[in-house]
């Protein structure tokens, strides 16, 4: 098991942007090594996947591409989700996840073995 801490949530108006970062306190972990994911929870729907980061390679749902980009910086043990050109349809609490067994493809949580707390993103009209 892996403690995620996620932060950077907040309100925001459609157009906007936030960055969410997603960190694992224990410097000693290979943070690299894992795959970490974003997925987001909106009310009343099931969980969604966002992207994910994987051997330097990123992923993204049709969603939000072109809209999100996945940032890593291992020094730091963090990842970041930017998050550009918000819709009020991409208001929910986002999960940053980690796991060595997920694989690109794999949206639905499998491969994830570690999960955040979540942060809360609403986005105004």
């Known amino acids: 098991q892996v403690q995620l801490v996620e932060s950077g949530g907040g309100l925001v108006q459609t157009g906007g942007s936030l960055r969410l970062s997603c960190v694992a306190p224990?410097?000693?972990?290979?943070?690299?090594?894992?795959?970490i994911g974003w997925f987001r929870k909106a009310p009343g729907k099931e969980r969604e996947f966002a992207g994910a980061?994987?051997?330097?390679?990123?992923y993204y749902a049709d969603s939000v591409k072109g809209r999100f980009t996945i940032v890593s910086d291992w020094g730091k043990n963090t990842v970041y989700l930017q998050m550009n050109n918000l819709e009020p349809a991409d208001t929910a609490v986002y999960y940053c996840?980690?796991?060595?067994?997920?694989?690109?493809?794999?949206?639905?949580?499998?491969?994830?073995?570690?999960w955040g707390q979540g942060t809360q993103v609403i986005v105004s009209s």
């Open positions: 980061i994987r051997m330097g390679r990123t």
């Open positions: 996840a980690a796991g060595l067994l997920w694989l690109p493809g794999k949206e639905d949580g499998e491969g994830f073995s570690s």
């Open positions: 224990d410097r000693r972990l290979p943070f690299s090594s894992y795959a």
